[in-house]
Nanobody
Framework: QVQLVESGGGLVQAGGSLRLSCVAS????????MGWFRQVPGKERELVAA???????YYADSVKGRFTISRDNAKNTVYLQMNSLKPEDTAAYYC?????????????????WGQGTQVTVSS
């Protein structure tokens, strides 16, 4: 059974940093793209960052230059380093495994999801 478990969320002041981790179990995903989404109540889930199996990256315009996605295939883990956090980054963050080796910007392009970790940035 595949499981994705996120960790690293919490409360941080504006300008601070957090590092999210997502550990996958049940199978390896080195051949799949992985992504981080976020969602606030009443809004659609949006792709924040993604990393293809070939290491091509995607970042939403709102996080470019502040967030960095990386992966350690040996540990079956994907990370999201978040720097210079802003109150508008407050959301539940979810990691996801793409159905493909390349990333998709759509929720439907992802097959497995974590349970989410809350990030709250105070002003």
């Amino acid at each position: 059974q595949v499981q994705l478990v996120e960790s690293g969320g919490g409360l941080v002041q504006a300008g601070g940093s957090l590092r999210l981790s997502c550990v996958a179990s049940g199978r390896t995903f080195s051949s799949r793209a992985m992504g981080w989404f976020r969602q606030v109540p009443g809004k659609e889930r949006e792709l924040v960052a993604a990393l293809s199996s070939g290491r091509t990256t995607y970042y939403a315009d709102s996080v470019k230059g502040r967030f960095t996605i990386s992966r350690d295939n040996a540990k079956n883990t994907v990370y999201l380093q978040m720097n210079s956090l802003k109150p508008e980054d407050t959301a539940a963050y979810y990691c996801a495994v793409s159905k493909y080796s390349y990333y998709s910007t759509y929720v439907d392009g992802y097959e497995y999801w974590g349970q989410g970790t809350q990030v709250t940035v105070s002003s």
